[in-house]
Nanobody, 128 residues
Framework: EVQLVESGGGLVQAGGSLRLSCAAS????????IGWFRQAPGKEREAVSC????????YYANSLKGRFTISSDTAKNTVYLQMNSLKPEDTAVYYC?????????????????????WGQGTQVTVSS
């Protein structure tokens, strides 16, 4: 059974950093693309980043390039999202998602319908 468990969210001041973790079980990272999405109140769920551990390919939303970094540890079957220089507009629930299609990390745009497996989410709140 595919399971994804996010952790690392919390409350941080603007300009601060957080590292989110997505612990995967029931599958091997090399066979999947792992994505991070976020959803703010009243807004659509949007793609933040994606990684293919087998190819090293990564995807970032254009607005987040340079502040967020995605990485994976295949030994721990865990994907991380390092978030720096956080802004109040980064406040959202952050979700980890998985899809058995590593090529997704090479796409120029990703939507929530591209992924079938989802974690429960972790809240990130950035205060001004």
């Amino acid at each position: 059974e595919v399971q994804l468990v996010e952790s690392g969210g919390g409350l941080v001041q603007a300009g601060g950093s957080l590292r989110l973790s997505c612990a995967a079980s029931g599958f091997t990272l090399d066979d999947y693309a792992i994505g991070w999405f976020r959803q703010a109140p009243g807004k659509e769920r949007e793609a933040v980043s994606c990684i293919s551990s087998s190819t090293g390919s990564t995807y970032y939303a254009n607005s987040l390039k340079g502040r967020f970094t995605i990485s994976s540890d295949t030994a721990k079957n865990t994907v991380y999202l390092q978030m720096n220089s956080l802004k109040p507009e980064d406040t959202a629930v952050y979700y980890c998602a998985a899809e058995p299609s590593p090529r997704l990390a090479t796409m120029t745009w990703l939507g929530k319908d591209d992924f079938r497996y989802w974690g429960q989410g972790t809240q990130v709140t950035v205060s001004s």
